[in-house]
């Protein structure tokens, strides 16, 4: 658009030019003819010559005009030159700055995206950093809280530790008030025996010492003995060394197992009985408690303290009397009554009845 209008801007001062030169060449031509006093020159005067100096002026101001007319021409064409160089600076310069813009929004738009770029690293950097503070936080939740634990489970542990010394001197002292109270009852327990083998010794003397009181007879007047049969295996033995229950003892056989007699068992052996089964029974009832509590609630006492029963059993026989033992068993009243809560089936199926049975 600007070139066109410089372009006309230059047409127009042409054409004024030209017009210009044609009216001031005119006048000029004119007042030569006059000279300087404004009188026609003598020589003038003439007519061949007035023509041939019309003639040459006239050619003189077409040539003037050619000049004047190749002289805008040239000017037109410098100017147009100057307008074209005027524009391709202007084109350059446009060109320029446009470059120059476009240069300078590419170096905004990649300072922009460096920037962005930039921002984008700083958030990862400040979730990265967030994460890893929120991991330190969680390991330390988690180191806290287990050594929260550790605090916890040997805080439980030394209370177990105590707990157990506790029990175990509980079970201590329990052990030695029970061994007392079986040394008590086996001092008792061989006193009565002592009593008892006193009694029948002193009963055994007074059986002697009626039978020595025999009537007396002539030893002259007796009839010969007869003598002995020797298809007989054995001598025969006066009643009154039969022992009680009626039953011989050859010379020289061993002595044969207790075995009870058929008098009643004394209430001291009796109490010696109790007191042993109530001991035997309380051992087993302190020392296996958690045994005692699943053989109660699935039935099978007997199959969880077989060992604990089978030696109960044996230390019952060692010490109670074979009499009382014939009359009653205080060892299975106190295990239903004390172990079974006086429930026989807790025992289980596989109870050994036959060894709790009383002798006959």
Not at 19 to 28: C, E, L, P
Not at 55 to 61: I, L, T, V
Not at 192 to 202: I, L
Not at 235 to 258: D, M, W
Request: proline share 5%.
């Amino acid at each position: 658009m600007y070139s066109v209008m410089y372009f006309a801007i230059g047409i127009v001062a042409v054409v004024a030019t030209a017009v210009w030169f044609f009216v001031f060449k005119g006048k000029k031509t004119d007042d030569a003819g006059l000279g300087l006093t404004g009188i026609a020159s003598p020589a003038l005067a003439a007519p061949d010559d007035s023509q041939a100096a019309a003639r040459a002026a006239a050619a003189q101001r077409e040539a003037e005009a050619q000049r004047q007319a190749e002289a805008a021409q040239r000017a037109a064409e410098e100017q147009r030159r100057a307008e074209e160089a005027r524009r391709a600076e202007e084109q350059r310069r446009l060109e320029e700055q446009r470059r120059l813009e476009e240069q300078r929004r590419l170096e905004e738009q990649r300072r922009a995206e460096e920037e962005r770029r930039r921002a984008e690293e700083a958030a990862q950097r400040a979730a990265e950093e967030a994460r890893q503070a929120e991991e330190q936080r969680r390991l330390e939740e988690q180191r806290r809280l287990e050594e929260q634990r550790r605090a916890e489970e040997e805080r439980r542990r030394a209370e177990e530790a105590a707990r157990l010394a506790a029990e175990e001197a509980r079970r201590a002292e329990e052990q030695r008030r029970l061994e007392e109270q079986r040394r008590a009852e086996e001092a008792a327990r061989l006193a009565a025996e002592e009593q008892r083998r006193a009694e029948e010794a002193r009963r055994a003397l007074e059986a002697q010492q009626r039978a020595q009181q025999l009537p007396e007879f002539d030893v002259n007047s007796a009839p010969d003995p007869t003598p002995p049969d020797p298809t007989t295996a054995e001598t025969e033995i006066p009643a009154y060394f039969v022992p009680p229950g009626g039953e011989t003892v050859a010379l020289g056989s061993p002595k044969p197992a207790a075995q009870p007699t058929q008098f009643k068992a004394s209430e001291e052996l009796h109490k010696v009985a109790q007191r042993v089964a109530r001991t035997i029974v309380s051992d087993i009832k302190i020392y296996n408690p958690q045994k005692i509590e699943q053989g109660i609630a699935q039935k099978n006492l007997y199959d969880l303290l077989k060992k604990e029963f089978d030696s109960s059993i044996k230390t019952y026989e060692d010490r109670a009397d074979p009499q009382v033992r014939a009359e009653s068993n205080y060892l299975y009243e106190y295990i239903v009554k004390s172990l079974c809560n006086g429930d026989p089936s807790v025992l289980g199926v596989n109870f050994p009845m036959d060894k709790f049975r009383q002798p006959s």
